[in-house]
């Protein structure tokens, strides 16, 4: 009979321990070591290697603002002192130390530089000084000129009479300052007198506020006691103040009648012409010569100034 065959039973092996670790444990160790691992890393960079950041652009920001944007990259802010600035309103920041864009370890200080706004200087007092002494000056002190010009009974020429900015003001560096510069009295026309007595022409021309020296001379057209002339001429314009000549007339000149008998034709007139007389010549009718044979008036008679005489002369 056939022979049963035995029965043998093999051992179940079992698998290693981590073997048998589910998989969602062995991710999770993986994710805690790598979670070690950078927090390590990050400490030792946080605390360890130095970090730098660039000193960023807070020109013309508030302090409060500066603070802000400078603590917002691990700096803090330090208030330095502070700077004129015509481009910078007061009390905000003007500049940085270190400059903005320099390289700079985060948690150091940057100093704010604040503005103290545009520098004032003070404008010279410059009324009634000499032109030339105020453009000095003012030239002197860092500001710019307009000179102009104007009249003044008060301010004698060339001196200063008005400026502006005044004296005393402060107003910024290479401001403009308009100086007025007296032209002394503004000037008056001479007005016309002629034929006018002494008296009306005098007081015409002390209205107009002229000074006036009369003088007198003789004139062979204008009565006696009336204006020849001025000196300026009437349209002339003169200075308020200044002088003008008043001539006066004092009638035609009278001398005595030279004696021009026996003298040339040409020898009279140019004695008689030269005396401020008008000659006539009378030839004497069937003469012959070129000499004076009479006169009228007479010899010695008193004549003026543009009276008409007559010689009588040979025919030539």
Do not use: C
């Not at 910078?88 to 400059?99: D, H, Q, W, Y």
């Not at 200080?109 to 545009?118: K, M, N, T």
């Not at 002190?141 to 004698?156: K, N, Q």
């Not at 510069?181 to 021309?205: I, K, R, W």
């Amino acid at each position: 009979p056939g022979q049963r065959v035995p029965t043998v039973t093999v051992p179940r092996i079992r698998p290693p321990r981590h073997a048998r670790t589910p998989r969602s444990r062995r991710i999770a160790a993986s994710a805690g070591a790598l979670a070690l691992i950078i927090l390590v890393g990050w400490t030792v960079w946080a605390f360890a290697i130095p970090r730098y950041e660039n000193v960023p652009v807070v020109s013309g920001s508030t302090v409060a603002r500066a603070e802000e944007i400078l603590g917002s990259l691990g700096f803090s802010a330090a208030i330095g002192r502070q700077e004129f600035s015509a481009q910078v309103e007061a009390g905000s920041v003007l500049r940085t130390i270190p400059a903005a864009g320099a390289r700079l370890e985060v948690d150091s200080e940057v100093l704010l530089i604040l503005s103290r706004g545009p520098e004032l200087f003070e404008v010279p007092r410059v009324i009634g000084v000499d032109e030339q002494a105020a453009r000095d000056l003012l030239e002197g002190a860092g500001f710019r000129l307009d000179v102009r010009r104007d009249y003044s009974d008060a301010v004698p020429e060339g001196r200063v009479m008005a400026q502006n900015p005044n004296g005393g003001q402060e107003v910024l560096e290479g401001s403009v300052v308009t100086m007025t510069v007296s032209l002394g009295s503004a000037p008056v026309t001479v007005p016309s007198l002629a034929g006018q007595t002494a008296s009306a022409a005098e007081e015409a021309l002390r209205q107009a506020g002229f000074f006036v020296v009369l003088v007198e001379e003789n004139s062979p057209t204008v009565e006696q006691g009336a204006v020849v002339r001025t000196d300026p001429i009437a349209g002339t314009d003169a200075p308020r103040g200044s002088t003008v000549l008043l001539v006066v007339s004092l009638g035609p000149r009278t001398f005595a009648m030279p004696d021009v008998r026996s003298s040339t034709r040409e020898e009279a007139l140019e004695v008689l012409g030269g005396l401020g007389l008008d000659v006539d010549v009378t030839v004497v009718p069937g003469s012959v010569g070129d000499k004076v044979v009479g006169q009228a008036p007479a010899p010695g008679e008193t004549v003026q100034e543009g009276q008409r005489v007559t010689i009588y002369v040979l025919s030539p």
